[in-house]
């Protein structure tokens, strides 16, 4: 059977650039308009065509006016945003072109352009590097750390540049799409209109919006595109054309020969499916005296499969951002000349679930294999996965760096600016709380006991407690480093004050572990301890269960158009109500490990593994709606490009001495180049 072609209005909303979706032509709003017209008028067909008379009075009609005066108003929003946007452009690229030239003299300058100013501390003293502009009146000037050497400050100051200028340059192709995209719907529409009117307006009137509209007949657009690779060539590619493209062009990979991130995918997932099969069964006829180290491996093979089981739910994530229209690419900072796909996390995940399931059938069938003494299997498992994410592997460094550079910025979080990236990867670090302990043991067991489990499950230490309480620890400091940036109470510390709650839950359940292996359960500090740990885990659910459907998703919005929700979906309807719902239940679930697991009523070890595997569902279903709600706020003000920093500022000749805090320009500067906001770099002079 051939598939059946997409229609227009669809492939208009899937192939339109999400931020600006707004500003494209209303192509189903003005095919209701049509439909109005065929419903008041006669319908022209290929037997029966429409008389003069019937022709007239369908010109003539009021449907037919009111469509064509809602597509001269299509027209004229579509001209104001492209103006718009042309004169964001052409801003731009001046104060680039500026840049360039200035780093040209700086490279043919000589060492005597650098010099420490004396007012300065020897301690705090910095390299500062200026260029002339005008002999009286100006300088460009950018400060670092006097430890870059020349070199290393004209290669950083050419990479930032590039980087400048490959984010401008994806902004005249979103451009370009743009215009052709809506180009390609006046045709469809007014062809559509001739259709079942049986007038003859497509070419008298898409002749018209040529001529009149600037997003048709305006070279400009043509022209910066030109004008900005010449740019590159010259200052950034040394007149290397080709180089140039290969920098600025985003590489179409929509058609492989072979899809072998595909293919790797479904043989490893096979492998995992078919494993886990054997592994049930292996487990339902296993003898427990062939396996004297089960209890702690089964924890440390619960603590390795958790973060593959989130690498593979987001990727399904990604792989719906993708379907939807929600870009996560620019949300998480990342290049999308070189970025990761849902087949790529896809893989990774796959590949490390079939290397988790075939450790664990070496570990069952260790008796009869004899390849590696059992209690060895989660360490050499562990071993390879740590080795797989070190080796630079191509194609997979752009993700990995991602990866590393967020998570630095998540432990300095008191230290360092915020995006979105970090508080979005630190919350899932919350959920993989279970991870954390388990690798906490793992690595215990190892190291100091490998006789017995218990010595490594002690709270009295207080190593585990600490361990529990980083995650929300480390989004609490986020919270402050972002009150501390703009201090405003709500929403940077009511956000804190949840994971402030989160950590008092933690401590007061390991105190109250403490007294019930220590004094019993019937001790009266051990049930006031149950009791204060049930109520702080009953107001953390609630308070978190509502920043996450109120402030997270947006939901429960007062001029929602469907019930509880938002007035603008991206995803359908049921997905939000399906989530609220899940979110409060798999909220609730610490009740099982207080009524269950706290009095040992089942197998608690199992019990923390569903626990923890339906902490890490439950985050699955809260990036759909989180990332879709910051997609939304980007959307309103038609943010789809990055704004990178620029290298040179202005600063009067009269100045000698530098003020303000490098460590905060350079700060600026980082989460600038990452995060998902624009950033005003037209500085005024000091």
Same mark, same amino acid.
């Given at each position: 059977?051939?598939?059946?072609?997409? %229609?227009?209005?669809?492939?208009?909303?899937?192939?339109?650039?999400?931020?600006?979706?707004?500003?494209?032509?209303?192509?189903?709003?003005?095919?209701k308009?049509?439909?109005?017209? %065929?419903?008041?008028?006669?319908?022209?067909?290929?037997?029966?065509?429409?008389?003069?008379?019937?022709?007239?009075?369908?010109?003539?009609?009021?449907?037919?006016?009111?469509?064509?005066?809602?597509?001269d108003?299509?027209?004229?929003?579509?001209d104001?945003?492209?103006?718009?946007?042309?004169?964001?452009?052409?801003?731009?690229?001046?104060k680039?072109?500026?840049?360039?030239?200035?780093?040209?003299?700086?490279?043919?300058?000589?060492?005597?352009?650098?010099?420490?100013?004396?007012?300065?501390?020897?301690?705090?003293?910095?390299?500062?590097?200026?260029?002339?502009?005008?002999?009286?009146?100006?300088?460009?000037?950018?400060?670092?750390?006097?430890?870059?050497?020349?070199?290393?400050?004209?290669k950083?100051h050419?990479?930032q540049?590039?980087?400048?200028?490959?984010?401008? /340059?994806?902004?005249?192709?979103?451009?370009?799409?743009?215009?052709?995209?809506?180009?390609?719907?006046?045709?469809?529409?007014?062809?559509?209109?001739?259709?079942?009117?049986?007038?003859?307006?497509?070419?008298?009137?898409?002749?018209?919006?040529e001529?009149?509209?600037?997003?048709?007949?305006?070279?400009?657009?043509?022209?910066?595109i030109?004008?900005?690779e010449?740019?590159?060539?010259?200052?950034?590619a040394?007149?290397?054309r080709?180089?140039?493209m290969?920098?600025?062009?985003?590489?179409?990979?929509?058609? @492989?020969?072979? +899809?072998?991130?595909?293919?790797?995918?479904?043989?490893?997932?096979?492998?995992?499916?078919?494993?886990?099969?054997?592994?049930?069964?292996?487990?339902?006829?296993?003898?427990?005296?062939?396996?004297?180290?089960?209890?702690?491996?089964f924890?440390? /093979?619960?603590?390795?499969?958790?973060?593959?089981?989130?690498?593979?739910?987001?990727?399904?994530?990604?792989?719906?951002?993708?379907?939807?229209g929600?870009?996560?690419?620019?949300?998480?900072?990342?290049?999308?000349?070189?970025?990761y796909?849902?087949?790529?996390m896809?893989?990774?995940g796959?590949?490390?679930?079939?290397?988790?399931?075939?450790?664990?059938?070496?570990?069952l069938?260790?008796?009869?294999?004899?390849?590696?003494?059992?209690?060895?299997?989660?360490?050499?498992?562990?071993?390879?996965?740590?080795?797989?994410?070190?080796?630079?592997?191509?194609?997979?460094?752009?993700?990995?760096?991602?990866?590393?550079?967020?998570l630095?910025?998540?432990?300095s979080?008191?230290?360092r %600016?915020?995006?979105?990236? +970090?508080?979005?990867?630190?919350?899932?670090?919350?959920?993989?709380?279970?991870?954390?302990?388990?690798?906490?043991?793992?690595? !215990?067991? /190892?190291?100091?006991?490998?006789?017995?489990?218990?010595? !490594?499950?002690?709270?009295?230490?207080?190593?585990?407690?600490?361990?529990?309480?980083?995650?929300?620890?480390?989004?609490?400091l986020?919270?402050?480093?972002?009150?501390?940036?703009?201090?405003?109470?709500?929403?940077?510390?009511?956000?804190?004050? %949840?994971?402030?709650?989160?950590?008092?839950?933690?401590l007061?359940?390991?105190?109250?572990?403490?007294?019930?292996? @220590?004094?019993?359960?019937s001790?009266?500090?051990?049930?006031?301890?149950v009791?204060?740990?049930s109520?702080?885990?009953?107001?953390?659910?609630?308070?978190?269960?509502?920043?996450?459907?109120?402030?997270?998703?947006?939901?429960?919005?007062?001029?929602?158009?469907?019930?509880?929700?938002?007035?603008?979906?991206?995803?359908?309807?049921?997905?939000?109500?399906?989530?609220?719902?899940?979110d409060?239940?798999c909220?609730?679930?610490w009740t099982?490990?207080l009524?269950?697991?706290? /009095?040992?009523?089942?197998?608690? +070890?199992?019990?923390?593994?569903?626990?923890?595997?339906?902490?890490?569902?439950?985050?699955?279903?809260?990036?759909?709606?989180r990332?879709?709600?910051?997609h939304?706020?980007?959307c309103?003000?038609?943010?789809?490009?990055?704004?990178?920093?620029?290298?040179?500022e202005?600063?009067?000749?009269?100045?000698v001495?530098?003020?303000?805090?490098?460590?905060?320009?350079?700060?600026?500067?980082?989460?600038?180049?990452?995060?998902?906001?624009w950033?005003?770099?037209?500085?005024?002079?000091?």
């Amino acid at each position: 059977h051939a598939t059946p072609r997409m %229609k227009f209005g669809d492939h208009l909303i899937r192939h339109s650039i999400p931020e600006w979706r707004e500003a494209y032509l209303s192509y189903k709003k003005l095919k209701k308009k049509i439909k109005a017209i %065929k419903k008041a008028h006669h319908v022209p067909t290929v037997m029966n065509p429409l008389t003069a008379e019937q022709l007239e009075e369908t010109e003539n009609s009021e449907e037919e006016k009111a469509f064509q005066a809602f597509f001269d108003e299509e027209i004229q929003k579509i001209d104001h945003f492209f103006h718009e946007r042309l004169q964001e452009a052409n801003e731009r690229i001046k104060k680039l072109e500026v840049q360039l030239e200035h780093l040209q003299v700086l490279q043919q300058a000589g060492p005597d352009s650098f010099f420490q100013t004396e007012s300065m501390t020897e301690q705090s003293r910095r390299r500062t590097t200026l260029v002339t502009v005008d002999d009286s009146e100006s300088w460009f000037c950018v400060r670092w750390y006097h430890a870059y050497t020349r070199d290393k400050l004209l290669k950083k100051h050419v990479n930032q540049l590039k980087k400048a200028m490959k984010e401008y /340059y994806r902004f005249l192709d979103l451009l370009v799409a743009f215009r052709l995209l809506n180009h390609t719907a006046c045709r469809k529409i007014l062809k559509k209109h001739d259709k079942y009117t049986g007038l003859k307006t497509l070419a008298p009137r898409l002749e018209a919006v040529e001529q009149t509209s600037l997003f048709f007949h305006d070279k400009t657009l043509d022209n910066l595109i030109t004008f900005t690779e010449r740019l590159y060539i010259r200052y950034l590619a040394k007149g290397e054309r080709a180089v140039a493209m290969r920098d600025l062009r985003i590489p179409d990979t929509r058609f @492989q020969a072979v +899809d072998w991130d595909t293919m790797i995918s479904g043989i490893a997932m096979g492998i995992f499916f078919l494993s886990v099969v054997f592994v049930i069964g292996a487990v339902a006829q296993a003898d427990s005296t062939n396996y004297p180290h089960a209890t702690p491996v089964f924890a440390m /093979y619960r603590g390795l499969l958790l973060p593959i089981l989130a690498i593979i739910l987001v990727a399904i994530n990604v792989y719906y951002w993708k379907k939807y229209g929600v870009n996560y690419v620019f949300i998480f900072g990342m290049d999308p000349r070189d970025t990761y796909t849902y087949l790529d996390m896809l893989k990774v995940g796959a590949v490390l679930a079939a290397l988790w399931s075939l450790s664990v059938q070496m570990y069952l069938f260790e008796h009869v294999l004899h390849l590696v003494h059992d209690f060895w299997n989660p360490l050499v498992l562990a071993a390879t996965i740590v080795l797989l994410f070190l080796i630079p592997f191509q194609g997979a460094t752009a993700g990995r760096k991602w990866l590393f550079r967020t998570l630095g910025r998540i432990v300095s979080a008191p230290f360092r %600016k915020v995006l979105f990236q +970090d508080f979005w990867l630190a919350d899932q670090l919350t959920s993989l709380n279970v991870f954390f302990l388990d690798m906490e043991f793992f690595i !215990c067991f /190892y190291i100091f006991s490998r006789d017995t489990a218990k010595p !490594c499950l002690d709270t009295s230490n207080g190593i585990r407690p600490i361990i529990s309480a980083l995650p929300p620890l480390w989004r609490l400091l986020q919270c402050v480093r972002r009150y501390r940036d703009a201090p405003k109470i709500h929403p940077h510390l009511t956000n804190a004050l %949840k994971y402030f709650s989160g950590i008092i839950v933690v401590l007061l359940s390991s105190l109250a572990a403490r007294y019930r292996d @220590q004094e019993g359960f019937s001790d009266t500090r051990t049930i006031v301890l149950v009791a204060l740990w049930s109520f702080a885990a009953l107001c953390n659910t609630l308070y978190s269960f509502w920043w996450d459907v109120i402030m997270d998703w947006g939901l429960f919005a007062n001029d929602a158009k469907h019930r509880f929700l938002r007035p603008v979906i991206t995803y359908p309807r049921r997905l939000y109500y399906f989530a609220i719902v899940n979110d409060f239940l798999c909220r609730c679930l610490w009740t099982l490990s207080l009524s269950v697991g706290f /009095y040992n009523v089942w197998f608690t +070890d199992g019990l923390v593994a569903l626990l923890g595997a339906a902490e890490v569902y439950r985050r699955f279903m809260w990036n759909f709606l989180r990332l879709e709600n910051e997609h939304l706020n980007n959307c309103g003000q038609f943010r789809a490009t990055r704004e990178v920093p620029l290298v040179f500022e202005y600063l009067p000749s009269s100045a000698v001495e530098f003020g303000g805090d490098d460590d905060e320009e350079e700060e600026d500067a980082e989460a600038a180049d990452q995060n998902n906001g624009w950033t005003d770099i037209t500085r005024e002079p000091v």
